[in-house]
C-alpha cells in the first residue's frame, strides 16, 4: 500500500508519524474497538479522518498520563463517568508512584555511599559509637585494600541500610563477645574443648553482621588477628596474649572440621 491517503483522511501510516505512536498500537486499538478509522479508500484501504484523529489525540494524552486502556474507554464513551474523578485518582496514583521512586532514589544514594564510603556515619557518631581509639579514615583504608571483593560488597549492602542505632547496637554486641574472650582465656579453657568451640561459633555469628564468615575465612582472619599489629594491639589490650589464644581456638575448631588451618584459604 502506498502511504497517501485521500483528501478526506490519512493512512495508518500517516496517522501514526502525526500523533507519534506506532502503526502497532494504532493497529491494537482498531482491533479492540477503542479507536477505529472511519473511511475506506477506493481499495479498501481504511483512513482515519479529523474527528478519529481527535479520539485518538485523547487516547494518547490520557495513556501517557498512566490511564490503562480500558479506563479510557470508559472515559471518552461513558457518559457517566466522573471524569475529573478518574483523573484525579490517577493523581493520586501517580503522586504515590512518586513517592516510592524518591524513596527508591534515596536509597540507592545510600547503596552508592556505602560502596563508597563503608560507614555512613559521621566522624562524631563514628567515634561515640566505637570508641575514642577509632580510626574513622580505617573504613576508606578497607575499601581501597577490599572494595573489589565480594566481601566489601555484602558489607557495603549491610551498611546501607543502617544508622547510629542500629551500628551502637552492633558494637555492644562486639564488645560483649570481646569480653567473653578475655574471661575465657583467664578461665584457662583449651583450644578445642566445647567452650571454646562456641565461643568460636559464636564469633562467627557476630561476624555475620558485617559479611557471611566461611570456616576457612575464619581461620584467615585470625591469623590476621595475631600478625596485624593493629588488630594484635586491639585484642591484646583487652586480654595480653588474647590475639595468639584466640588463633589458637579458631584453628583447633577448624581442625576439628577437618580443615588445615595452614592450607585455609579466604573462600
Known amino acids: 500500500m502506498s502511504d497517501t491517503a485521500d483528501a478526506d483522511g490519512l493512512t495508518v501510516g500517516q496517522a501514526s508519524a502525526r500523533l507519534g505512536v506506532t502503526v502497532r498500537a494504532l493497529h491494537h486499538w482498531d482491533e479492540i474497538g477503542l479507536a477505529r478509522p472511519s473511511l475506506r479508500t477506493g481499495g479498501g484501504y481504511r483512513l482515519y479522518t479529523?474527528?478519529?484523529l481527535e479520539r485518538l489525540h485523547r487516547i494518547v494524552v490520557y495513556r501517557e498520563?498512566?490511564?490503562?486502556?480500558?479506563?479510557i474507554r470508559a472515559v471518552l464513551d461513558d457518559s457517566t463517568t466522573d471524569v475529573p474523578g478518574a483523573l484525579r485518582a490517577q493523581r493520586t496514583q501517580v503522586a504515590e508512584r512518586i513517592d516510592r521512586l524518591q524513596q527508591l532514589s534515596a536509597g540507592l544514594d545510600r547503596m552508592i555511599d556505602?560502596?563508597?564510603?563503608?560507614?555512613?556515619?559521621t566522624v562524631e557518631q563514628?567515634?561515640?559509637?566505637?570508641?575514642?581509639?577509632?580510626d574513622p579514615d580505617g573504613p576508606a583504608q578497607a575499601r581501597k585494600r577490599y572494595g573489589d571483593t565480594t566481601q566489601w560488597q555484602q558489607y557495603a549492602e549491610r551498611s546501607a541500610s543502617r544508622g547510629p542505632e542500629e551500628w551502637q547496637g552492633i558494637a555492644d554486641t562486639v564488645a560483649g563477645f570481646e569480653r567473653a574472650l578475655g574471661d575465657a582465656m583467664d578461665a584457662g579453657l583449651a583450644p578445642g574443648s566445647p567452650e571454646a568451640n562456641q565461643l568460636v561459633e559464636?564469633?562467627?555469628?557476630?561476624?555475620?553482621?558485617y559479611f557471611p564468615l566461611t570456616r576457612q575465612m575464619q581461620v584467615c582472619l585470625g591469623r590476621m588477628y595475631e600478625a596485624d599489629p593493629g588488630f594484635a594491639a586491639h585484642y591484646d589490650g583487652i586480654r595480653p596474649g588474647l590475639a595468639t589464644w584466640f588463633r589458637r581456638i579458631v584453628d583447633a575448631s577448624a581442625r576439628?572440621?577437618?580443615?588445615?588451618?595452614d592450607t585455609a584459604a579466604w573462600q
Open 50 to 52: 479529523a474527528a478519529d
Open 65 to 71: 498520563l498512566g490511564l490503562g486502556l480500558d479506563r
Open 114 to 121: 556505602a560502596h563508597e564510603r563503608g560507614l555512613l556515619l
Open 126 to 134: 563514628q567515634t561515640a559509637i566505637f570508641g575514642p581509639q577509632w
Open 202 to 209: 559464636r564469633h562467627r555469628e557476630v561476624f555475620a553482621s
Open 256 to 261: 576439628a572440621h577437618g580443615i588445615d588451618p
